[in-house]
């Protein structure tokens, strides 16, 4: 038995699958974010997993997820920023509750 | 040019009226007064001068081989619609105007005169807007002067509205009495129904014409009454009818009702007993003597097209018949002393209508253009002598209103003893109305009734009929005022003769009553200008003098002395007593057509459908559009999780379709 | 044919991250979906390793895991008392998303089963990758040189460094 | 730039210059900016008494070219699109009234709270979109300034309104905007056939002159640009706006509007919609015949009923303004003629109303005429004043509103057939409603007692609202007074179109 593309796709695409749900049921800012790293995560993957399979010549996949973990990172500390601070003056971190931005 | 100096009789009552509107408020009130008054004494002066020049003097024009014909003075362009149909501004003398401006000058002079006296309180100070009354009665004197010396048809129609508005103006004088308003309001309003008549009228004749003016569409080229114009214009228009009458009849039928509007023929005269709120001298003045009678003038200024339709004179002649009749019934039970009187100024007017429309009958054509034509002729002398006696009457009853402070005569009764000289110039009035000789009216009165008779025997029984009424009724007022019983004082101060300013008119305007029948009219105000060769036929005089006399009988019988008789009577006929005390209910029956037919009925729904239906229409527009637009907004609603969503499913659905293509 | 070493270890991280994603979403103490967050983290740098990608597992265990989840764990001690459940989600919520997130999983995977002709594809040899190299290739403009996206997001980092300085300034 | 010297421009400029000035006022220099703003009306007035000169010396001399003082500045190669500009004598009868109004408008809103610089910023803004249309003869310069006349009227009225000004505002420049949708249309569609060969063109007279609109198309673009236009010009049943936005405009706005920008409408109809498309304009002629035609019936009976003074003199304009276009399209000089003196008087004396009404809503606080009463008691000059309106609107000779409805009538009478007919007749049957409605409302509003004791304590006008009302009462009645002399002006720009009109028939 090989490990073949699909065996690291299919992992991923159920990660994904979750992050999806997660993002779409989740009240909580944070676990929002959660969500999205789950879904981020899973696209990291795929990218490195196409580059190594398809294309084991380049780096592309490799260089390009690099860059996307750098940006997650930045844009995780950035959410959080912000959704500390939305708590701070709010007291809350429920999107439900937060509609004063709202229209 | 010849008389160019007419130009000054228009010109001094409209400067007047300029002057006194602009600056009168800044002015003494007595003052303004005094210079109306002198003012319109110029204007009488130079109104006769013009007259007279007109009918006697030497030779300004107006005279060929015998004929009177019409001077036009001057006649500036106002207004082209087209390059032949053009509204001129003009001045033209011929019989009938001259004698208009005669009697509107006169008339108009000594209700200045009197106005000096009656518009003011007891102890001589003059009523708030007295300026304001005196600018008015000197616009409506432009005006009416205006319309009798019009050059075409579309300057009377002009001058038609200016005299409405004159009067709605002096009508609702005391603004502040809401029975003015309104009754000024409703005589505008009726008049300018019957003025749309008028306008489509002259739409319909000049347009088959393709004139206005009276010297192409009454007078012919070559000198008076030839019609070839006339006849050529309904010759054309001949193939042209409608609704089975031709298109001539119609426009002269039309013309008619815009004339009767302004006379207050049945049953366009609701407005004219209402038209009484106004001050008493403007009654006199508008709705005795000028502006009622504007209608018989213009129906007499196209009498030559209404002799050649005949059928539209037919219609002229059964309305003047009826009204006369019908007001004069009314009249007889008014209790409201100048509402009787304006019912017996309806049914005159009506007499004279009849009478110019009785005297096309005498023969064809032809003949008429032979020199017929008495009852023109009577019905123009009975408007000059009418507007005299009238005018008196009314000025007596104004200088009895003014006396006893109320108009009905409940209030008067036996003022003979207190105000003899008004008592004496009312009975001149009244014997002259109801045609005793010497008196003015029996001439003009007679020559109608003989051109009724020359009609037809039922048109003269029918007309004399209402002439003895007319003396019944008269006579019943005259009685109920001066005599019937002791006047009870009411007030502190006992009823009096009243100043001179107010006497001396009735004074002047009596003894024109007395003596105004020997005016030789016949010679002077004929429809072709040809001297009218006429002699009293005393049969028809004798008997007319009879039953006036029958009238006056009667009269004198129920109300000279106090008694039951009356009473009885009025009991005895209850309903028709009612009836026409009510005026056989003609108001009531305008009331509910603007009411509730018109203002309910049509303008309530219009309004409700606009509002409703076409407002509505375009609010749901709108209305639709916002709510679509929240519809859509709701998908904007900020929520992360709902774009995702519904991202998810578009991209869902975007990969479903495509992969259903693939496998297609 | 690979080692079963090799196996073995791809399937335990397989589960690990089927499992532990499953969880992350489900779970409702915030901390705790935190935590198996990390465990997805970890497998997922496993894999890199796996793909022969060191220097990429390394980051991903660096940035990632030592990183943001530190992070979301401060994040969430700062916002919650521990040891709160959070509410429970209401169950037409929940059963939209998973409608939602199984039916986008359905439609890829049934492309992926169907379509992708390249999903069988075994390991190939790679050729040496050292960090050298990677620093090379990170700052150089030649073919495989990615020097501008580094200074974009360098860039962009910066941006991120003063957007989180104001935000988190005291006011 | 030989442009500046057509006195034309100018009329744009004065506008704009005082625009200019107004912006350099401060805020409170309430003195200043009255300068600034009478300044630019007496010079508008001024440059308006010369063009007719102008004109009547260019005729005069025998200049019987259809337009006078053109001149062409190109703007847009691409398009074709100039700046072109020209008179006949319908433009420059509307440039007099539309100046005499300005004149009388700045006097109304003397008094102007509060921010009465903004709100003559925008006024003259206003007038500049009015002089440029009716100065330009390019499509496309008529329909830019046409929009510019429409913009400032939305914060003119939501600013300095009074009543449910949003609405109003919002509902006003909507339906006036939708009618602009259509006529930007008509326009687009216009333009694309304005020749067969060679360069299309937006202008006018090039484009009467080619004649190349292929007949089908006449019968959609000349619906589109006549709806476009008669929204404006207050066609039933797209008149809605008028009644609302007229109730709750200020005073100058409301005579502005009214006076000169509802003649937009019927203006436009005439030059671009009748005169570009005679084909199209005979055969359906009878639709919006049958609209115009109800438009008056309707509008005079609707002003019976109604109790708000601005209403019902809203109402009235719909039934004078039906008036307008039922006169145009009676496709002969004669109706035509009465159109435009129509357009002048109800001009005129809609904006003696609009002035009467806001000044004495300025002072009762209510229009509602149940409440008020005996007013020509307690405001004699504005009682007359509000009298002599009322009797011009129903046609007093010797006032504008008679020679304007005879013309008409007399002209419409000239059609023999019987639907024209018929119309002719209804329509001079508004002769009557209007004088009901007008007695009613003077009746109520003027004579009888005071409804109010409060209401004794006011005062008459004063002397800029004298000024105001005086010059568009002496106006009303010169034209009244001197019909031939505006006939004269007319009548002969009206050929072209009549000559056009009857190639077709």
Same mark, same amino acid.
């Given at each position: 038995?090989?490990?073949?593309?699909?065996?690291?796709?299919?992992?991923?695409?159920?990660?994904?699958?979750?992050?999806?749900?997660?993002?779409?049921?989740?009240?909580?800012?944070?676990?929002?974010?959660?969500?999205?790293?789950?879904?981020?995560?899973?696209?990291?993957?795929?990218?490195?997993?196409?580059?190594?399979?398809?294309?084991?010549?380049?780096?592309?996949?490799?260089?390009?997820?690099?860059?996307?973990?750098?940006?997650?990172?930045?844009?995780?500390?950035?959410?959080?920023?912000?959704?500390?601070?939305?708590? #701070?003056?709010? #007291?809350?971190?429920?999107?439900?509750?937060?509609?004063?931005?709202?229209? | 040019?010849?008389?160019?100096?007419?130009?000054?009789?228009?010109?001094?009552?409209?400067?007047?009226?300029?002057?006194?509107?602009?600056?009168?408020?800044?002015?003494?009130?007595?003052?303004?007064?005094?210079?109306?008054?002198?003012?319109?004494?110029?204007?009488?002066?130079?109104?006769?001068?013009?007259?007279?020049?007109?009918?006697?003097?030497?030779?300004?024009?107006?005279?060929?081989?015998?004929?009177?014909?019409?001077?036009?003075?001057?006649?500036?362009?106002?207004?082209?619609?087209?390059?032949?149909?053009?509204?001129?501004?003009?001045?033209?003398?011929?019989?009938?105007?001259?004698?208009? &401006?005669?009697?509107?000058?006169?008339?108009?002079?000594?209700?200045?005169?009197?106005?000096?006296?009656?518009?003011?309180?007891?102890?001589?100070?003059?009523?708030?807007?007295?300026?304001?009354?005196?600018?008015?009665?000197?616009?409506?004197?432009?005006?009416?002067?205006?319309?009798?010396?019009?050059?075409?048809?579309?300057?009377?129609?002009?001058?038609?509205?200016?005299?409405?508005?004159?009067?709605?103006?002096?009508?609702?004088?005391?603004?502040?009495?809401?029975?003015?308003?309104?009754?000024?309001?409703?005589?505008?309003?009726?008049?300018?129904?019957?003025?749309?008549?008028?306008?489509?009228?002259?739409?319909?004749?000049?347009?088959?014409?393709?004139?206005?003016?009276?010297? *192409?569409?009454?007078?012919?080229?070559?000198?008076?009454?030839?019609?070839?114009?006339?006849?050529?214009?309904?010759?054309?228009?001949?193939?042209?009818?409608?609704?089975?009458?031709?298109?001539?009849?119609?426009?002269?039928?039309?013309?008619?009702?815009?004339?009767?509007?302004?006379?207050?023929?049945?049953?366009?005269?609701?407005?004219?007993?209402?038209?009484?709120?106004?001050?008493?001298?403007?009654?006199?003045?508008?709705?005795?003597?000028?502006?009622?009678?504007?209608?018989?003038?213009?129906?007499?200024?196209?009498?030559?097209?209404?002799?050649?339709?005949?059928?539209?004179?037919?219609?002229?002649?059964?309305?003047?018949?009826?009204?006369?009749?019908?007001?004069?019934?009314?009249?007889?039970?008014?209790?409201?002393?100048?509402?009787?009187?304006?019912?017996?100024?309806?049914?005159?007017?009506?007499?004279?209508?009849?009478?110019?429309?009785?005297?096309?009958?005498?023969?064809?054509?032809?003949?008429?253009?032979?020199?017929?034509?008495?009852?023109?002729?009577?019905?123009?002398?009975?408007?000059?002598?009418?507007?005299?006696?009238?005018?008196?009457?009314?000025?007596?009853?104004?200088?009895?209103?003014?006396?006893?402070?109320?108009?009905?005569?409940?209030?008067?009764?036996?003022?003979?003893?207190?105000?003899?000289?008004?008592?004496?110039?009312?009975?001149?009035?009244?014997?002259?109305?109801?045609?005793?000789?010497?008196?003015?009216?029996?001439?003009?009165?007679?020559?109608?009734?003989?051109?009724?008779?020359?009609?037809?025997?039922?048109?003269?029984?029918?007309?004399?009929?209402?002439?003895?009424?007319?003396?019944?009724?008269?006579? +019943?007022?005259?009685?109920?005022?001066?005599?019937? +019983?002791?006047?009870?004082?009411?007030?502190?101060?006992?009823?009096?003769?009243?100043?001179?300013?107010? /006497?001396?008119?009735?004074?002047?305007?009596?003894?024109?009553?007395?003596?105004?029948?020997?005016?030789?009219?016949?010679?002077?105000? /004929?429809?072709?200008? +040809?001297? &009218?060769?006429?002699?009293?036929?005393? /049969?028809?005089?004798?008997?007319?003098?009879?039953?006036?006399?029958?009238?006056?009988?009667?009269?004198?019988?129920?109300?000279?002395?106090?008694?039951?008789?009356?009473?009885?009577?009025?009991?005895?006929?209850?309903?028709?007593?009612?009836?026409?005390? +009510?005026?056989?209910?003609?108001?009531?029956?305008?009331?509910?057509?603007?009411?509730?037919?018109?203002?309910?009925?049509?303008? *309530?729904?219009?309004?409700?459908?606009?509002?409703?239906?076409?407002?509505?229409?375009?609010?749901?527009?709108?209305?639709?559009?916002?709510?679509?637009?929240?519809?859509?907004?709701?998908?904007?609603?900020?929520?992360?999780?709902?774009?995702?969503?519904?991202?998810?499913?578009?991209?869902?659905?975007?990969?479903?379709?495509?992969?259903?293509?693939?496998?297609? | 044919?690979?080692?079963?070493?090799?196996?073995?270890?791809?399937?335990?991280?397989?589960?690990?991250?089927?499992?532990?994603?499953?969880?992350?979403?489900?779970?409702?103490?915030?901390?705790?979906?935190?935590?198996?967050?990390?465990?997805?983290?970890?497998?997922?740098?496993?894999?890199?390793?796996?793909?022969?990608?060191?220097?990429?597992?390394?980051?991903?265990?660096?940035?990632?895991?030592?990183?943001?989840?530190?992070?979301?764990?401060?994040?969430?001690?700062?916002?919650?008392?521990?040891?709160?459940?959070?509410?429970?989600?209401?169950?037409?919520?929940?059963?939209?998303?998973?409608?939602?997130?199984?039916?986008?999983?359905?439609?890829?995977?049934?492309?992926?089963?169907?379509?992708?002709?390249?999903?069988?594809?075994?390991?190939?040899?790679?050729?040496?990758?050292?960090?050298?190299?990677?620093?090379?290739?990170?700052?150089?403009?030649?073919?495989?040189?990615?020097?501008?996206?580094?200074?974009?997001?360098?860039?962009?980092?910066?941006?991120?460094?003063?957007?989180?300085?104001?935000?988190?300034?005291?006011? | 730039?030989?442009?500046?010297?057509?006195?034309?421009?100018?009329?744009?400029?004065?506008?704009?210059?005082?625009?200019?000035?107004?912006?350099?006022?401060?805020?409170?220099?309430?003195?200043?900016?009255?300068?600034?703003?009478?300044?630019?009306?007496?010079?508008?007035?001024?440059?308006?008494?010369?063009?007719?000169?102008?004109?009547?010396?260019?005729?005069?001399?025998?200049?019987?070219?259809?337009?006078?003082?053109?001149?062409?500045?190109?703007?847009?190669?691409?398009?074709?699109?100039?700046?072109?500009? %020209?008179?006949?004598?319908?433009?420059?009868?509307?440039?007099?009234?539309?100046?005499?109004?300005?004149?009388?408008?700045?006097?109304?809103?003397?008094?102007?709270?509060?921010?009465?610089?903004?709100?003559?910023?925008?006024?003259?803004?206003?007038?500049?979109?009015?002089? %440029?249309?009716?100065?330009?003869?390019?499509?496309?310069?008529?329909?830019?300034?046409?929009?510019?006349?429409?913009?400032?009227?939305?914060?003119?009225?939501?600013?300095? %309104?009074?009543?449910?000004?949003?609405?109003?505002?919002?509902?006003?420049?909507?339906?006036?905007?939708?009618?602009?949708?259509?006529?930007?249309?008509?326009?687009?569609?216009?333009?694309?056939?304005?020749?067969? @060969?060679?360069?299309?063109?937006?202008?006018?007279?090039?484009?009467?002159?080619?004649?190349?609109?292929?007949?089908?198309?006449?019968?959609?673009?000349?619906?589109?640009?006549?709806?476009?236009? %008669?929204?404006?010009?207050?066609?039933?049943?797209?008149?809605?706006?008028?009644?609302?936005?007229?109730?709750?405009?200020?005073?100058?706005?409301?005579?502005?509007?009214?006076?000169?920008?509802?003649?937009?409408?019927?203006?436009?109809?005439?030059?671009?919609?009748?005169?570009?498309?005679?084909?199209?304009?005979?055969?359906?002629?009878?639709?919006?015949?049958?609209?115009?035609?109800? $438009?008056?019936?309707?509008?005079?009976?609707?002003?019976?009923?109604?109790?708000?003074?601005?209403?019902?003199?809203?109402?009235?304009?719909?039934?004078?303004?039906?008036?307008?276009?039922?006169?145009?399209?009676?496709?002969?000089?004669?109706?035509?003629?009465?159109?435009?003196?129509?357009?002048?008087?109800?001009?005129?004396?809609?904006?003696?109303?609009?002035?009467?009404?806001?000044?004495?809503?300025?002072?009762?606080?209510?229009? @509602?005429?149940?409440?008020?009463?005996?007013?020509?008691?307690?405001?004699?000059?504005?009682?007359?004043?509000?009298?002599?309106?009322?009797?011009?609107?129903?046609?007093?000779?010797?006032? $504008?509103?008679?020679?304007?409805?005879?013309?008409?009538?007399?002209?419409?009478?000239?059609?023999? @057939?019987?639907?024209?007919?018929?119309?002719?007749?209804?329509?001079?049957?508004?002769?009557?409603?209007?004088?009901?409605?007008?007695?009613?409302?003077?009746?109520?509003?003027?004579?009888?007692?005071?409804? @109010?004791?409060?209401?004794?304590?006011?005062?008459?006008?004063?002397?800029?609202?004298?000024?105001?009302?005086?010059?568009?009462?002496?106006?009303?009645?010169?034209?009244?007074?001197?019909?031939?002399?505006?006939?004269?002006?007319?009548?002969?720009?009206?050929?072209?179109?009549?000559?056009?009109?009857?190639?077709?028939?």
């Amino acid at each position: 038995m090989n490990l073949t593309l699909l065996m690291y796709l299919v992992p991923s695409l159920i990660m994904f699958g979750c992050g999806v749900y997660g993002f779409l049921t989740r009240k909580n800012m944070i676990a929002i974010m959660i969500s999205l790293e789950l879904m981020l995560n899973s696209v990291d993957i795929n990218f490195v997993v196409f580059n190594r399979y398809l294309f084991p010549e380049q780096m592309e996949g490799m260089f390009f997820t690099l860059f996307a973990i750098a940006l997650a990172a930045a844009e995780t500390a950035l959410a959080l920023a912000i959704i500390i601070n939305v708590f #701070r003056v709010a #007291r809350k971190v429920d999107i439900n509750q937060l509609t004063k931005l709202k229209f | 040019m010849p008389l160019s100096y007419t130009i000054a009789v228009i010109a001094i009552p409209l400067l007047m009226f300029l002057f006194l509107g602009l600056v009168g408020v800044k002015m003494d009130k007595k003052l303004t007064g005094v210079l109306g008054t002198i003012g319109m004494l110029i204007t009488t002066v130079l109104a006769y001068g013009v007259a007279l020049t007109y009918f006697f003097g030497a030779d300004q024009g107006q005279m060929a081989d015998g004929v009177r014909s019409a001077v036009v003075v001057f006649n500036p362009d106002w207004l082209s619609f087209t390059k032949t149909l053009v509204v001129r501004m003009g001045i033209m003398l011929d019989p009938i105007a001259a004698m208009m &401006l005669v009697v509107i000058t006169t008339v108009s002079l000594m209700v200045h005169l009197y106005s000096l006296g009656y518009m003011c309180d007891h102890h001589g100070h003059a009523e708030k807007g007295f300026q304001r009354y005196y600018a008015f009665l000197a616009l409506f004197t432009f005006s009416m002067l205006g319309l009798v010396v019009a050059t075409n048809l579309f300057q009377i129609f002009i001058f038609f509205e200016m005299v409405g508005v004159s009067s709605y103006l002096l009508i609702g004088f005391y603004y502040q009495s809401p029975a003015a308003v309104h009754a000024s309001k409703k005589a505008f309003i009726v008049t300018r129904l019957a003025d749309l008549f008028f306008l489509l009228g002259i739409m319909i004749l000049s347009f088959y014409t393709g004139t206005f003016d009276f010297d *192409k569409l009454v007078f012919g080229p070559e000198g008076a009454n030839s019609l070839e114009v006339a006849q050529s214009a309904i010759a054309s228009s001949h193939g042209a009818t409608f609704l089975g009458c031709s298109v001539m009849a119609w426009a002269l039928t039309f013309i008619f009702i815009g004339g009767a509007g302004k006379s207050a023929m049945y049953p366009l005269h609701i407005w004219l007993p209402d038209a009484m709120e106004g001050p008493t001298p403007v009654s006199a003045l508008i709705h005795a003597a000028t502006m009622v009678v504007a209608g018989v003038f213009l129906v007499a200024r196209l009498f030559p097209l209404y002799v050649i339709e005949q059928g539209a004179m037919e219609i002229v002649c059964v309305t003047g018949a009826f009204t006369a009749f019908y007001a004069a019934a009314i009249a007889c039970v008014q209790s409201d002393i100048k509402r009787a009187l304006a019912f017996s100024t309806i049914s005159q007017i009506a007499f004279m209508m009849t009478s110019l429309a009785v005297s096309s009958a005498q023969g064809g054509l032809i003949e008429i253009h032979g020199g017929h034509g008495l009852g023109f002729m009577a019905s123009m002398f009975h408007l000059f002598t009418h507007a005299m006696f009238k005018a008196l009457l009314f000025l007596c009853a104004g200088a009895i209103i003014h006396a006893v402070h109320s108009n009905e005569n409940s209030q008067m009764h036996g003022l003979h003893k207190y105000m003899p000289i008004t008592s004496i110039a009312f009975l001149i009035g009244c014997l002259a109305i109801a045609g005793i000789p010497p008196f003015a009216g029996f001439w003009s009165k007679d020559e109608i009734l003989v051109a009724c008779y020359a009609k037809g025997m039922g048109w003269g029984i029918w007309m004399s009929m209402v002439a003895g009424m007319t003396a019944f009724y008269m006579f +019943r007022i005259y009685f109920l005022i001066f005599h019937w +019983r002791q006047h009870e004082v009411h007030t502190e101060h006992a009823p009096s003769d009243q100043p001179w300013t107010m /006497t001396l008119p009735l004074i002047i305007l009596a003894t024109i009553s007395v003596v105004a029948g020997f005016v030789p009219a016949h010679d002077l105000v /004929t429809w072709d200008g +040809r001297e &009218l060769h006429t002699q009293l036929n005393w /049969t028809v005089a004798g008997s007319s003098v009879l039953i006036a006399c029958i009238g006056i009988g009667l009269a004198y019988k129920m109300y000279f002395k106090e008694n039951e008789l009356p009473d009885k009577l009025q009991a005895r006929f209850s309903g028709l007593w009612e009836a026409a005390y +009510r005026r056989f209910y003609m108001d009531e029956l305008y009331q509910f057509i603007t009411h509730k037919v018109i203002f309910q009925g049509i303008c *309530k729904p219009i309004a409700k459908f606009d509002r409703g239906i076409i407002d509505g229409f375009f609010n749901l527009l709108a209305a639709a559009t916002g709510q679509a637009a929240y519809g859509i907004r709701r998908l904007q609603n900020g929520s992360i999780q709902s774009y995702v969503y519904l991202y998810l499913v578009g991209a869902l659905a975007l990969a479903v379709i495509t992969m259903v293509c693939v496998l297609i | 044919m690979e080692s079963v070493g090799n196996l073995i270890l791809y399937f335990v991280v397989a589960l690990v991250i089927v499992v532990c994603s499953v969880l992350t979403v489900t779970t409702r103490q915030i901390l705790r979906s935190a935590t198996y967050l990390l465990f997805v983290l970890f497998a997922t740098a496993i894999i890199y390793f796996q793909m022969d990608y060191a220097f990429l597992g390394a980051v991903q265990i660096a940035v990632y895991a030592g990183g943001i989840v530190v992070l979301f764990v401060f994040a969430i001690l700062l916002t919650h008392q521990p040891g709160k459940d959070a509410q429970r989600i209401e169950s037409s919520r929940r059963v939209l998303g998973a409608v939602a997130a199984l039916l986008g999983v359905a439609v890829c995977g049934y492309a992926l089963f169907t379509y992708a002709n390249f999903c069988g594809r075994q390991l190939a040899q790679m050729p040496e990758l050292d960090i050298a190299k990677i620093g090379t290739w990170l700052l150089s403009t030649d073919k495989f040189g990615y020097l501008l996206p580094f200074e974009a997001i360098s860039v962009l980092l910066l941006a991120c460094i003063i957007g989180g300085v104001v935000i988190a300034r005291r006011r | 730039m030989e442009i500046f010297s057509n006195i034309l421009i100018y009329f744009v400029i004065v506008p704009v210059l005082t625009l200019a000035g107004l912006a350099l006022c401060s805020n409170k220099g309430i003195k200043a900016i009255r300068t600034v703003a009478v300044t630019g009306a007496t010079v508008l007035v001024a440059l308006a008494i010369y063009l007719v000169y102008l004109f009547l010396q260019a005729r005069g001399a025998g200049d019987t070219s259809e337009m006078i003082l053109r001149s062409d500045v190109m703007w847009f190669e691409p398009f074709n699109i100039k700046l072109a500009l %020209g008179v006949d004598g319908i433009s420059v009868v509307m440039i007099l009234l539309s100046a005499f109004i300005v004149f009388a408008g700045v006097f109304a809103s003397w008094r102007m709270n509060p921010l009465p610089k903004q709100f003559f910023l925008w006024f003259y803004l206003l007038s500049t979109g009015v002089f %440029g249309f009716f100065i330009s003869i390019d499509l496309f310069t008529m329909f830019m300034f046409y929009e510019v006349a429409l913009i400032p009227m939305y914060l003119l009225i939501g600013v300095w %309104g009074s009543g449910s000004k949003n609405y109003s505002a919002m509902k006003l420049t909507l339906m006036l905007m939708g009618g602009s949708a259509f006529l930007m249309l008509g326009l687009i569609g216009i333009y694309f056939h304005s020749a067969t @060969d060679g360069q299309l063109t937006m202008n006018v007279l090039e484009i009467a002159r080619n004649n190349a609109i292929p007949h089908q198309w006449q019968l959609w673009l000349f619906p589109l640009t006549f709806i476009g236009f %008669g929204v404006l010009g207050a066609m039933f049943p797209f008149h809605t706006w008028s009644p609302d936005g007229h109730a709750s405009a200020p005073t100058a706005v409301s005579m502005l509007h009214a006076g000169v920008l509802m003649k937009l409408g019927g203006y436009g109809c005439f030059r671009i919609a009748i005169y570009l498309m005679p084909f199209a304009a005979n055969e359906l002629a009878w639709i919006f015949l049958t609209l115009t035609g109800v $438009s008056i019936v309707y509008g005079a009976f609707s002003a019976c009923v109604q109790t708000d003074l601005k209403y019902i003199n809203a109402y009235s304009s719909v039934s004078h303004c039906g008036m307008v276009l039922f006169a145009i399209l009676m496709f002969n000089t004669t109706a035509m003629t009465g159109a435009v003196l129509q357009m002048l008087s109800h001009g005129l004396m809609t904006a003696l109303f609009f002035a009467l009404i806001g000044m004495i809503y300025g002072r009762t606080h209510t229009r @509602d005429i149940r409440d008020m009463g005996g007013m020509m008691h307690i405001m004699p000059y504005l009682g007359v004043g509000y009298v002599i309106a009322g009797l011009a609107s129903l046609g007093l000779p010797g006032l $504008s509103g008679f020679v304007a409805e005879m013309t008409i009538f007399f002209g419409s009478f000239e059609h023999t @057939d019987t639907f024209r007919r018929v119309l002719t007749i209804a329509a001079t049957c508004s002769i009557v409603i209007t004088a009901v409605y007008i007695l009613r409302v003077v009746g109520k509003l003027l004579f009888g007692a005071v409804q @109010d004791e409060h209401h004794r304590q006011l005062t008459d006008a004063s002397w800029d609202e004298r000024l105001s009302t005086a010059t568009l009462m002496l106006s009303v009645a010169a034209i009244g007074c001197f019909p031939n002399f505006f006939v004269g002006i007319i009548h002969d720009s009206f050929l072209p179109v009549v000559k056009a009109l009857g190639a077709m028939i």
